[in-house]
């Protein structure tokens, strides 16, 4: 028994040792936003929130994080009605080419970012679009589409289809079946991946790469391209505001929908 | 009348979207890729020419980058594999009341940018980091170890990127197994390993495998990482499409080098889909 014991141990230390490896990074970067000096020394030989000022002040990080909002809530706002409408229809729809419709639907995942980014780059240049914001505007729209697909489209399959019916039994048009009694009950699973598209497309860097000119920049491109020829702990700063953003987002998420079910599908 | 609105106007929509905005352009770019090379030339010309990827396939430089590309992915990948495996099997193996704190632990890196977790590397690898720091205070190293700017660096930023990409299909794979069946392999004698590498991962294979699939496909793509942790002669596939996109302006070329990015990812793909068959591909569509 004293083997299985030894085991055991060894996969919990191993299991301990990855939390820490995840959350490093982060808890470092945390740390170092404090920090009174220019140079980000470990430990902080002494505490300030001077470079949370110094990044609310840098103008590039301001812009860049209104220009991320923004785009991040169009993108949204414009993808989430194609994408409940994609899922209501893949839900009622009985099709031989279905599989298709729905790799069609999955491939904005599957092709790497950078790839649509370029992609759209090319032919949008080619078409004599070359406004950075509506091209942005496109490339964010394919980020946030499928998430709102697959989180609706999951909370449809749980939903019992004799509701839908029995309203319609009862003397409701379908349309009044769908917007009273089927809206209202896939809410959660639409506003969950409402909230993961939005925070995929505020964090993106891929997609938006190719996309930004010097004019309309996005916050994580211009921490970026900030980070290439500076080190000052104010990265450090505006880092911990979106990683504190991010992490409240992702407990009302965990508690809503389940982070498990948002990246998994069903 | 029980549908107004047929099923396939409603999914019509999405399907334009997806179809103009990202399968039209990706064409696009194939067939861009096979016009000469004229820097600063954008318009798509009817001239077809294989000399970009005669230029790619006979220079021992190119190689060097596609070589580097694919030795970081594979790298990446295998230890991913490893410690995914393991984060998988601690959740599944988790209590209910503790498993939703150890899912957001795994989980919520994956939604921080990586422009934010390549940053924490950073602070944690520097000369005057966590790392170099500990290492100096206890007097094992005189001098700042060069951690940055290395591949190891870049391999290390890339493990934080997709392990937990690699956690979710395993651990989706873990859930369908009967939990009957390794429990019966215990009740016959298996120890806690033997059940774990005899019973349990050979069950969960499809998750691994189309984990295996994503991230390679993913990291191969990765722009963020090597360009910031890389060393100066850090040449990835990612950084020369960049290069060439964005400074030389020599976008024929670059499309080449898109079209190879895309291919490799897609060759591991479809390997994937064609050798392990169909219980795969029902977890790489979810």
Known sequence: MTADRLQHACFSGLVWMLYVFLLAPLVCIIIVSFNSEAVQSFPPTGWSLRWYAAALNNAGFVKGALTSFLLAAAATLLATPLGVMAAVGLWNGRWRFKPIIEALFVSPIIVPGLVSGIALLVVLASAGIRQAPARLLIGHMLIVLPYVIRTTLASLLQLDRSLQEAAETLGATSRQAFFKIVLPLIKPGIAAGMLFGFILSFDDVNVSLFLVDARTMTLPISVMSYLQYSFDPSVAAISSMMIALTFTLTVVLERWFGLKRLFAGR | ?286
Request: aromatic residues 10%.
């Open chain 2, 1 to 286: 009348m029980r549908h107004p609105t047929p099923a396939a106007l409603l999914v019509l929509p999405a399907c334009i979207l997806v179809a103009a905005c990202l399968i039209l352009p990706l064409a696009f770019v194939l067939a861009f890729s096979f016009n000469p090379a004229r820097p600063g030339e954008i318009e798509l010309t009817g001239e077809l020419t294989i000399a970009n990827y005669w230029r790619f396939f006979a220079s021992p430089f190119y190689w060097k980058i596609l070589g580097k590309t694919v030795y970081l992915s594979a790298t990446t990948t295998a230890i991913c594999a490893a410690f995914g495996t393991v984060l998988a099997l601690a959740i599944w193996r988790a209590p209910a009341s503790r498993r939703g704190l150890i899912v957001i632990v795994v989980l919520s890196p994956l939604l921080v940018s990586i422009v934010t977790r390549t940053f924490g590397w950073m602070v944690v690898l520097g000369d005057n980091g966590l790392i170099n720091a500990i290492l100096i205070g206890t007097g094992i190293v005189g001098q700042p170890l060069q951690l940055m700017f290395t591949n190891s660096a870049v391999i290390v930023g890339l493990v934080h990127v997709f392990l937990p990409i690699m956690v979710l299909p395993i651990v989706t794979a873990l859930e369908r197994i009967d939990p009957a069946v390794p429990e019966a392999a215990g009740t016959l004698g298996a120890g806690p390993a033997t059940v774990a590498f005899r019973i349990v991962l050979p069950l969960a294979s499809p998750g691994l495998i189309a984990g295996i699939t994503i991230v390679f496909s993913l990291a191969m793509s990765s722009y963020v990482t090597p360009a910031l942790m890389g060393g100066p002669d850090s040449g990835v596939l990612t950084t020369l499409i960049y290069q060439q996109f964005v400074v030389t302006f020599n976008w024929q070329f670059g499309a080449v080098l898109v079209a190879i990015l895309l291919a490799t990812s897609l060759l591991a793909v479809g390997v994937t889909f064609f050798e392990f068959g169909r219980r795969s591909r029902a977890w790489m569509s979810r």
